[in-house]
């Protein structure tokens, strides 16, 4: 597949893209080129990051949970080399606007809303894993909670369900619950059982100017990348 000269292609999973976008105009002053966003999804569909790559798709960068670039650079999808951490993030839970706050100030507190809630969503990503194969194993609650507990794939935020009625609770990355219309909330687990992510970012091996977009990644990790990527939910890598 083939990609304009004149574009700079990412793929981007959701904890990045709203700083990607912010970024997008400074990007496009150090590229000199149009920056494409080819993709915003995970998952496991036919549009998420791994199966674009896989098919050959055109991208200079790639940005996602470090435990995923770390198996598309496995793959031979990612070049090992330039492979930056640029941010991190934490998950965070919303309900419905409108509706009562939850109270997850603490794990008892937390313990008592997942058990309350009649619907739970959660993501492909990394929060989805965490939540499904860590967190309720360790409040011991597995069996209540699994049940109730539903996946949101095919791109879709699990903010978005959410903001429908459709559950009554969700979980995701903070980042890319802030962006969403239609819930509130928006609150960070306990630290005790908090999971701390890092996003990294590599360069796709059809990149066509590989050294282009390993400045733009240095960027990304950089202080002059900082603001827009706190004001997304996440934290700066730069010192």
Do not use: W
């Amino acid at each position: 597949m083939s990609a304009s000269t004149h574009e700079f292609r990412v793929m981007t999973s959701g904890a990045f893209t709203a700083a990607h976008l912010a970024l997008i105009p400074q990007l496009e002053r150090l590229t000199k080129k149009s920056i494409v966003t080819v993709t915003t999804s995970v998952g496991t569909g036919d549009t998420s990051i791994p199966n674009r790559l896989k098919r050959g798709e055109i991208a200079d960068i790639v940005i996602v949970a470090d435990t995923l670039l770390r198996q598309l650079i496995d793959e031979g999808l990612v070049r090992a080399e330039g492979c930056q951490t640029v941010a991190r993030s934490v998950i965070g839970m919303a309900v419905r606007a409108g509706a009562p706050k939850p109270d997850i100030s603490s794990v008892e507190a937390l313990k008592r809303t997942l058990l309350q809630a009649k619907s739970i969503g959660y993501s492909a990503s990394v929060s989805g894993q965490y939540l499904t194969t860590e967190l309720v194993q360790r409040l011991g609650i597995a069996d209540q909670v699994l049940p109730k507990c539903r996946h949101i794939g095919g791109g879709e935020r699990v903010g978005a369900v959410v903001a429908r009625g459709e559950l009554d609770i969700g979980f995701q990355q903070m980042s890319e619950l802030l962006p969403v219309p239609g819930i509130a909330h928006i609150t960070p687990l306990p630290p005790e059982v908090q999971k701390v992510s890092e996003f990294s970012a590599g360069v796709a091996t059809t990149s066509p100017d590989a050294a282009l977009a390993r400045s733009v990644i240095a960027f990304l990790a950089s202080a002059g990348a900082a603001e827009a990527v706190i004001k997304s939910g996440l934290e700066s890598v730069a010192g």
